[in-house]
């Protein structure tokens, strides 16, 4: 083989590897993305998303109910409500009050079914979809979760 | 005054590395000898300079200097000598001054260690380290100065985030911006040729060695965060796809591939574009990966409190940096003159092998790009929010790692230049034997007949044997006297050890995984006192619980007997530990080790049914979990060893 031919065929088989691998990476892309919606999306959309979804808000005010495993909280942007039930273990920092993002699907009912609770490292941390969703609605109270100012 | 003495060090070390980034720049342009011998005493004094202002802030952390606005957000009196300590680095400004002391340690390395490389690419190697030095350093002291102090100190600090105060992520940071910043010098080295418009066939060589210091720190940096948010995060998953993950992920991608690549350059005198567009594009996505972490741009679930302003410095950052390199290198490298252009060149062969290597791997770090990077695209674009998990990751990944890891034990045994298949088939005609008859077992013994675990197995047995093949090809096992092995196992050269442990270790690490996402059982269940559990043999009474108090904590503690076959073999106590001065609630894993699987257990909330109160306790079997950092343990030993290759040798190997 001349040094041209096996040049062609490195070139041909790296075409071939790209065109692969961006059909592999989007086909599995198109299959395994999960939207996020608020409790008003929710609401103003006219009928419940089909599959996995997540939600994102404030964890209500008293809304929290635990029973055994089972755990039934209300996700609010303070102008809709969602209610969650979910199985398992709530993370640390899982508060009343605070922001949450779960991720799961409607039932038939409408309830949200939570398969996970996104569990968060810091405190002052707010996820930024709930931080986005509560500006939308007016609710955010400039960045003070920054702490302590510089 | 010695804050400032701090910080003062480090706007005399931006002063330097100001100088740093020209006149040596300028000196090897117009081959001024003055300038070009410039570069290496400013390396040395920026890297005593912010040594200096390190140590300024770490004295500061230890004496818990309330005056400094970073001791009072991120640290607190009563906190243990050791965390006060590693706070340095906990925290946003801290880390990054970290970040840039290592981006001048290892500019100082190459000042003190290249003795061999020509004066005049050693001074634009060294201008190009003063560039980004230059960059970071203006983030550091303009968006994030770690000296800003308080007109008014208070008596207390508001402590460290208590999961931070753990011994393995005291080493993790330190550990993974070693690997990031190391790779800097990759891109120094590229960038530094391409000024010259030339480039020598020793230019891989000097090269190498750091590529490989920067692959294995990153290697165990990632083990160990990998590590240690399996036992302190609470839920037993050693990787998450998570942004953050990938952030350091898709540099080790791409850094693996630079060493490979890195390799034909230097034994074929080959490759040399693609090789330094490689070393380019690992530094981007070093320096991506910190935008990433440290802008907020991600949901994460190892998110950070962050400040977009940050974010916009750091892309700039990339943007100039980055941009710059490629627009060089479009300009350049075509013309590059290199001492032998005319290789011959074989697709059977070793270097065909490599270059298949980095085929795969650019391609796994293209489609985890895409996965991380996507949703930022779309919410920019104000099309929806969106998040991209690990199906997708898994979905992408198997396709295109399996015919990587197929053909890992190939490369090695293949010759360079031109290579016959008969005799690699040959070699390794047993191991593929072995490694499908694994894999059927796994497939017929399982329940549900596990094609994925099967093929894990499979390709885990393929690695490990064949990195065996690789080192009983190297002592000559076949034609060594047996009473002669132990002689010549112990006079393999170092070097040597390379490949076979990098390559074996990923097998280790792949049978870890396998067992743990293919066979881990879970048993989460409310319990009171006297409650027995069953879970993969062993039999876990819950006993009751009791308050401990720690030094900066207080904790309730779950005490469980484990047993097994009846007889009492362990008790765990797992923990929920409430960190009085940061307010916040953490869990603490109880974890009974062994190689052939961990018993995980931990404890949440109190629940309250029909008017019982009991406990939830979760309670894991990871079977071969331990695998997964053993491996990542002795694939960074693969790296030591092959470091220990000199570079007099690999011109010498060519030769053979």
Redesign the interface.
């Known amino acids: 083989m001349t040094q041209r031919q096996t040049r062609l065929l490195f070139l041909a088989l790296g075409l071939f590897m790209l065109g692969v691998t961006a059909f592999i990476a989007l086909t599995a892309l198109g299959d395994n993305l999960v939207y996020f919606k608020t409790p008003t999306d929710i609401a103003e959309s006219p009928t419940l998303p089909k599959g996995k979804i997540r939600i994102g808000g404030l964890v209500a005010e008293e809304s929290l109910y635990q029973a055994g495993l089972e755990s039934r909280f209300v996700v609010t942007d303070l102008q809709n409500l969602i209610d969650v039930s979910f199985q398992g273990v709530l993370p640390d920092l899982f508060r009343e009050g605070q922001g949450v993002v779960a991720e799961g699907q409607f039932d038939q009912t409408g309830a949200f079914i939570a398969d996970t609770v996104l569990a968060k490292h810091d405190e002052n941390y707010m996820p930024r979809e709930v931080a986005d969703a509560l500006k939308e609605t007016g609710v955010w109270q400039g960045d003070d979760a920054l702490g302590v100012a510089e | 005054m010695i804050t400032e003495s701090g910080h003062f060090a480090m706007i005399l070390a931006f002063c330097v590395a100001l100088l740093q980034s020209t006149l040596p720049l300028y000196g090897a342009q117009r081959e001024r000898q003055a300038f070009i011998d410039m570069a290496v005493p400013a390396a040395k004094l920026q890297f005593i300079l912010l040594l200096w202002a390190f140590a300024v802030l770490t004295v500061k952390f230890v004496q818990s200097d309330f005056s400094l606005?970073l001791v009072?957000?991120n640290s607190h009196a009563d906190k243990p000598f050791i965390y006060r300590l590693t706070g340095v680095w906990g925290n946003h400004e801290g880390s990054m001054l970290l970040w840039i002391l290592m981006l001048a340690a290892y500019g100082a390395g190459i000042a003190q260690f290249g003795k061999s490389m020509p004066a005049a690419l050693k001074a634009r190697v060294l201008g190009v380290q003063g560039i980004i030095g230059v960059l970071f350093l203006a983030f550091s002291l303009f968006t994030s100065n770690p000296f800003?102090r308080l007109i008014s100190p208070p008596f207390e600090g508001?402590g460290l985030?208590p999961?931070l105060q753990d011994p393995a992520l005291a080493v993790h940071p330190p550990l993974l911006y070693a690997g990031y910043v190391g790779f800097s010098l990759a891109f120094s080295f590229s960038v530094a040729a391409l000024m010259s418009g030339k480039i020598s066939p020793d230019w891989a060589k000097w090269v190498r060695p750091w590529t490989l210091l920067a692959w294995l720190s990153l290697t165990l940096g990632i083990a160990v965060g990998s590590f240690w948010a399996y036992y302190e995060?609470?839920?037993g998953g050693f990787w998450f796809w998570d942004p953050v993950e990938n952030a350091s992920f898709m540099p080790w991608l791409a850094g693996t591939a630079l060493l490979h690549s890195a390799l034909v350059t230097a034994r074929r005198n080959t490759l040399h574009s693609w090789t330094m567009l490689l070393a380019i594009l690992t530094f981007a996505l070093c320096i991506a990966g910190t935008f990433l972490v440290r802008s907020?741009?991600?949901?994460s679930?190892?998110?950070?409190?962050t400040?977009p302003t940050r974010g916009v410095f750091i892309l700039m950052v990339l943007g100039v940096l980055v941009g710059g390199a490629l627009l060089l290198f479009a300009m350049r490298a075509a013309g590059l003159s290199s001492a032998d252009k005319?290789v011959?060149?074989?697709?059977v062969s070793r270097e065909g092998a490599l270059?298949?290597n980095n085929?795969?791997l650019a391609?796994a770090t293209?489609?985890v790009f895409?996965?991380t990077i996507?949703p930022l695209v779309i919410d920019a674009f104000g099309l929806?929010?969106?998040?991209?998990?690990a199906?997708?990751y898994n979905?992408?990944f198997v396709?295109?790692i399996t015919p990587l890891l197929l053909l890992m034990p190939i490369g090695p045994l293949s010759n360079w230049g031109r290579s016959d298949v008969s005799p690699v088939i040959k070699k390794l005609a047993a191991a593929g034997v072995l490694a499908i008859l694994g894999g059927l077992t796994v497939l017929v013994m399982t329940s549900e007949h596990q094609g994925g675990a099967a093929l894990g197995v499979g390709l885990s047995m393929w690695l490990m044997l064949g990195a065996l093949v690789d080192l009983s090809k190297k002592i000559r096992f076949d034609t060594t006297p047996l009473a002669q092995l132990p002689k010549k196992l112990i006079k393999l050269p170092l070097q040597q050890w390379g490949s076979i442990l990098a390559h074996g270790g990923l097998g280790v690490m792949i049978l870890g995984i396998i067992g743990t996402t293919a066979w881990r059982s879970e048993v989460?269940?409310?319990v009171t006192p006297g409650a027995e559990m069953d879970i993969s043999g062993y039999a876990v009474t819950f006993e009751g619980e009791t308050s401990v108090a720690g030094e900066n904590y207080t904790a309730e503690q779950g005490v469980f007997s484990i047993k097994r076959g009846g007889q009492k073999i362990a008790e765990l106590k797992p923990e929920?530990r409430f960190y009085t001065v940061?307010?916040?609630?953490?869990?603490e894993a109880a974890i009974l080790k062994n190689l052939a699987g961990h018993l995980y257990i931990?404890i949440?909330?109190e629940?309250?049914?029909d008017g019982v109160v009991?406990r939830?306790v979760?309670i894991w079997y990871h079977p071969l979990v331990a695998f997964i950092w053993i491996g990542g343990l002795i694939m960074a030993l693969g790296g030591v060893a092959a470091l220990t290759r000199r570079e007099a040798q690999l011109i010498s190997d060519k030769t053979n």
């Open positions: 606005w009072t957000a800003s508001s985030n999961i995060l609470g839920w907020g741009v991600l949901t679930v190892h998110a950070f409190a400040d005319n011959p060149f074989h697709p270059i298949l085929v795969f391609s293209a489609t895409l996965g996507y929806g929010k969106i998040s991209v998990g199906p997708y979905a992408v396709p295109l989460v269940q409310a929920k940061e307010r916040q609630s953490t869990t931990v949440a909330d629940t309250v049914s009991s939830v979760r």
